[in-house]
């Protein structure tokens, strides 16, 4: 079964309203090829005015991240019933930022994604050791535990639709990125992590690489066999950079 590949640009915390739409308007002009998904995710003060700037595109939207309750007194938070009626289809979740800075836990992470598929969204679930772990050798145990503890309560038909973003800390907005073959080996651990529980379904998981993805080295990741996109950050902030990214993947 072959799979679509997705890149996605995490813009995190850049971009006024006014400028993701004229990044959104610049990404619109490039001819994108038609057989890569491309996504992008804004912050969320930019979600309602990105989403009117993608109205006939093929460009989908998504958040960087959500509460899991629909609504309530939770001063600062966003729900999924929110990011569906601004325009969203995907949410990045448990992204490295967030559990480093804003005590993001795989448990709190399980239980968004979770609420993610009661409102239909497609999370992008983010795995990713830190350069300690990977220097104790402890890679495979902390995505295997990381993917684990995300997917346990997920059905075989949820596992089919997530994106999983195999992320190493280390490798973040550093400059410093993994090697396709490694990011390959480990994007292999999670699709036979996830299809130790739901079989097959795990075939049809994209699983995306991400950690200083340019348009230098995106054919590398891109390919490789197990890996289906990319998670963009910094390179996703300039539309030429972005889109070159995309074309890698095609
Ligand atoms: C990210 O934050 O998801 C990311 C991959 O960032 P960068 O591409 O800047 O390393």
């Given at each position: 079964?072959?799979?679509r590949p997705l890149v996605a640009?995490?813009?995190?915390?850049?971009?006024?309203?006014?400028?993701?739409?004229?990044?959104?308007?610049?990404?619109?002009?490039?001819?994108?090829?038609?057989?890569?998904?491309?996504?992008?995710?804004?912050?969320?003060?930019?979600?309602?005015?990105?989403?009117?700037?993608?109205?006939?595109?093929?460009?989908?939207?998504?958040?960087?991240?959500?509460?899991?309750e629909a609504q309530g007194a939770?001063?600062?938070?966003?729900?999924?019933?929110?990011?569906?009626?601004?325009?969203?289809?995907?949410?990045?979740?448990?992204?490295?930022?967030?559990?480093?800075?804003?005590?993001?836990?795989?448990?709190?992470?399980?239980?968004?994604?979770?609420?993610?598929?009661?409102?239909?969204?497609?999370?992008?679930?983010?795995?990713?050791?830190?350069?300690?772990?990977?220097?104790?050798?402890?890679?495979?145990?902390?995505?295997?535990?990381?993917?684990?503890?995300?997917?346990?309560?997920?059905?075989?038909?949820?596992?089919?639709?997530?994106?999983?973003?195999?992320?190493?800390?280390?490798?973040?907005?550093?400059?410093?990125?993994?090697?396709?073959?490694?990011?390959?080996?480990?994007?292999?651990?999670?699709?036979?992590?996830?299809?130790?529980?739901?079989?097959?379904?795990?075939?049809?998981?994209?699983?995306?690489?991400?950690?200083?993805?340019?348009?230098?080295?995106?054919?590398?990741?891109?390919?490789?066999p197990e890996i289906d996109g990319?998670?963009?950050?910094?390179?996703?902030?300039?539309?030429?950079?972005?889109?070159?990214?995309?074309?890698?993947?095609?």
């Open positions: 079964m072959s799979r640009g995490n813009w995190k915390m850049h971009k006024t309203v006014a400028d993701a739409v004229r990044l959104i308007e610049d990404l619109r002009k490039a001819a994108l090829p038609a057989n890569v998904e491309v996504a992008v995710c804004p912050p969320f003060t930019a979600l309602a005015d990105s989403a009117r700037a993608l109205a006939g595109s093929t460009i989908a939207l998504g958040a960087q991240n959500m509460f899991w939770f001063t600062g938070e966003i729900s999924a019933p929110m990011l569906v009626a601004a325009g969203c289809r995907y949410v990045i979740l448990g992204h490295s930022e967030r559990r480093q800075f804003f005590a993001e836990t795989d448990a709190s992470v399980a239980r968004k994604i979770r609420t993610a598929y009661a409102h239909d969204l497609v999370p992008i679930l983010c795995v990713g050791e830190r350069l300690k772990e990977r220097e104790a050798g402890r890679t495979d145990h902390v995505i295997s535990e990381q993917t684990e503890a995300a997917t346990a309560e997920l059905s075989g038909e949820q596992v089919r639709t997530l994106v999983v973003a195999y992320e190493p800390v280390w490798a973040i907005g550093t400059g410093r990125s993994a090697t396709g073959e490694e990011a390959n080996r480990v994007i292999g651990l999670i699709r036979r992590v996830l299809g130790g529980r739901t079989g097959d379904a795990s075939a049809q998981t994209r699983i995306l690489y991400g950690g200083s993805v340019t348009p230098d080295n995106a054919a590398e990741f891109f390919g490789q990319g998670l963009i950050g910094g390179a996703s902030l300039d539309a030429s950079k972005f889109t070159a990214i995309v074309r890698a993947a095609r």
